[in-house]
């Protein structure tokens, strides 16, 4: 039942992709994740066409990948089309195989401007933008929506319909509502709607965070593929372990070796990749989610959040590790208010309210 699927003749195999979640997948973070095993397509953080099209350079940042990403995808929002197509030409110009347009980023100063899930309440101007950015490009061109902006307009089936008449060659939903947020439970019934009615292939997104999950939603709807973002982040083997289960193999575990070596890996990439204090920063918004559900792990967050240098972030990482693998208690840096944690980014919201 499960299987590759192709997006025209680029194979996601498995079929298995990790959610583009903005502050959180970039190029690092997607190497890290790539390099475990497990993922078919990769996406990038969404990019403002705004800031593309005005040479802004964090935007052009965002859409570097490495090779071994492949395939990768570029996903960018924005609500003027000409924009929107001179965006998509520069994803296509810099390598990228799949152009994804978001039509789900429920941040108030995307949608303001006509983008990301305000485009599920203007059908004439998603149909210009898909029109436009369709011709502009040959690589394929996909979308990811919501079910729809308000909780009583529904409509996640007919913008599949609108994308697909559009030239869409894959459409991801996540099963949630502009006026959701992040709230609730996905809706993945439509998920299986749409799958009845498009002929292009379907994935969904939202909630999966278990190997029995994933196979559960693919059961009950028939879809393609399945993204896969928050649950990445607390388990960064997860697309391993699906793809695992697929193959009637056994089901990786990751030792607290690996759990360690993970974000060692992790802190050296963000290092190789940008300044000391934006690594740090980094480091202290995500060393905590890989480390969920450990022992002491609260405490291990609160003492990365209170670490300042490169030395004292990889000293927390050796005792927190060394003091569990001994089955030893971790109390954490000594005098650490144990309450003030990194807040867990949860958004693109989020993401978006500082830049
Ligand atoms: C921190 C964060 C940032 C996100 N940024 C994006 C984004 O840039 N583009 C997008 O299409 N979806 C974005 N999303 C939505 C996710 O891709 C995904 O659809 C949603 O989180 C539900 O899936 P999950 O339960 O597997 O996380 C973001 C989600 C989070 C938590």
Known sequence: MTKPFQIRDIEINPPLILSPM???????????????????????????????????PKSKRQMRFFEEERPYAVQIFGGQPARMAMAAQMAEEIGADILDINCGCPAPKVVKHGGGSGLLKDYPRLETILKEVRKAIKIPMTVKIRAGFYDHTINAVETALLAEACGAEH????????????????????????????????????????????????????????????????????????????????????TLEDKQAVLLEYFEMLREDMPELPAIGRMKQLAGQFTRGLQGGALFRTSIYHSHSVAEILDRIAEYFSAISEGRPYYGEAGAPVEEEAPVLDSCEAATATS
């Open 22 to 56: 903005a502050g959180v997948t970039d190029i690092s973070f997607r190497r890290l994740l790539k390099r475990r095993g497990g993922i078919g397509l990769t996406v990038s953080e969404f990019i403002s066409v705004e800031g593309l099209t005005r040479n802004n």
């Open 171 to 254: 459409i991801a939903l996540h099963g949630r509502t502009k006026e959701q947020g992040y709230k609730g439970l996905a809706n993945w019934d439509l998920v299986r709607q749409i799958k009845e009615v498009v002929k292009v292939p379907v994935s969904g997104s939202g909630d999966v965070t278990t190997i029995e999950g994933a196979f559960a939603r693919w059961r009950e709807t028939n879809c393609d593929g399945i993204l896969i973002g928050r649950g990445a982040m607390a388990n960064p083997w997860i697309f391993r372990q699906i793809e695992d289960t697929i193959a009637g193999r056994e089901v990786f575990q990751p």
